[in-house]
């Protein structure tokens, strides 16, 4: 049946309808593992460094992506930039939908993964 949430301040809580709510339960979660794995490693980057990565360097960084590249490549191509903050940029990229990644579902994160245009053209 449809799992029912009932808070425990009904007061304080702003009510989602239409809210889609999934139980998953191990087995669920199996194929979606490396994602997640990936997530989490992203996740912390994206705290530490968005703030620091200036908007024209994501732009610089966006304008790269003629075809899909590997992150080495970008990396590479951004050779008087540091390494880290041109990854940021690229995650930066990610987490606003302008650049997906297939790879981030099936393989850890590394300079091999592989991005490209998302549904946001940069």
């Not at 309808?17 to 989490?40: C, E, M, S």
């Not at 530490?48 to 360097?57: G, I, Q, S, T």
């Not at 930039?81 to 302008?98: E, K, M, N, P, W």
Request: charged residues 20%.
């Amino acid at each position: 049946g449809a799992l029912v949430f009932r808070p425990a301040r009904p007061g304080q809580v702003v009510p989602l309808r239409g809210a889609l709510v999934i139980r998953g339960g191990p087995g669920w979660f199996t194929p979606k593992r490396q994602g997640i794995a990936n997530w989490n490693q992203i996740n912390p980057d994206l705290v530490a460094n968005e703030r620091v990565v200036p908007p024209a360097m994501c732009e610089r960084v966006a304008g790269l992506f003629d075809a899909p590249r590997p992150l080495y490549d970008v990396e590479h191509a951004m050779h008087n930039t540091d390494v880290q903050l041109t990854r940021s940029a690229v995650l930066i990229l990610l987490h606003q939908g302008r650049l997906v990644s297939d790879d981030l579902m099936h393989r850890p994160l590394a300079g091999t993964t592989v991005f490209h245009f998302g549904a946001t053209r940069p």
